[in-house]
């Protein structure tokens, strides 16, 4: 059974700029959730979608947005990039409320 | 609001030296339980869960006991070995939202 993916791998921005990160979760699973690991910061829950629609957010300004697509899958979407937004990415997804399965992440770098 | 503690680390042992990570929490109602584990370079992997009380999570010679009297669920392991090398992640599912709260992370090293 494949795991959750996540694209790209690398995403090199400049400040200002938008960035579109892609998540497609396990098969079966419906619950996707997006989460920020920056450095010296821990992790930080970001967004989740069930079943298309957004459920919950965590404390992060509106130019953090995403969306997520019939077929389950989920884009996350930044824009106006700042500098501090230079994190590791992390896609998850859950079935049920169950253990949430992490992708690999996408680094995203703003320079 | 909900929270997890975890002691600080980073924690060196020696190889088949016994391993404890303290995790301690504080929620609101009745939380699923979770430690995950983060090999350098690689994403996050569920290592065990518990989801009641008194429950025993185990997976590659790891365990934790949810304790609810303690608000604890430490991470233990009998006999380290290098491999074992990682960053832990000590984390809580709230039943209302299934958002993971998490711990700061312990990196732990493991010396041959």
């Known amino acids: 059974e494949a795991g959750v993916t996540q694209s790209p791998t690398h995403l090199i921005k400049t400040r200002g700029q938008q960035a579109t990160l892609r998540c497609s979760p396990i098969s079966g699973h419906t619950s996707v959730y997006w989460y920020q690991q920056a450095l010296g910061l821990g992790l930080q829950f970001l967004l989740w979608y069930d079943e298309g629609e957004e459920r919950n957010r965590g404390n992060f300004p509106p130019r953090f947005s995403g969306r997520q697509f019939p077929n389950y899958s989920s884009e996350l979407n930044v824009n106006a990039l700042e500098l501090e937004d230079s994190a590791l990415y992390l896609c998850?997804?859950?079935?049920?409320?169950?253990?949430?399965?992490f992708g690999p992440g996408t680094r995203l770098t703003v320079l | 609001g909900d929270s997890v503690t975890q002691m600080e680390g980073p924690v060196t042992l020696s190889e088949e030296a016994f391993l404890t990570i303290n995790c301690t929490y504080t929620a609101t109602g009745y939380p699923s339980l979770f430690w995950y584990v983060q090999y350098p370079g690689e994403g996050l992997q569920l290592l065990l869960k518990?989801?009641?009380a008194d429950d025993k999570g185990s997976n590659k010679g790891f365990e934790a006991t949810y304790r609810k009297e303690t608000t604890s669920f430490h991470l233990e392991k009998g006999s380290v070995q290098v491999s074992d090398s990682a960053v832990y992640f000590c984390?809580?599912?709230?039943?209302?939202?299934?958002?993971?709260?998490w711990g700061a992370g312990t990196k732990l090293i493991i010396k041959p």
């Open positions: 998850a997804s859950s079935s049920g409320g169950e253990a949430q399965f």
């Open positions: 518990a989801t009641k």
């Open positions: 984390a809580l599912s709230p039943r209302s939202n299934y958002q993971l709260i």
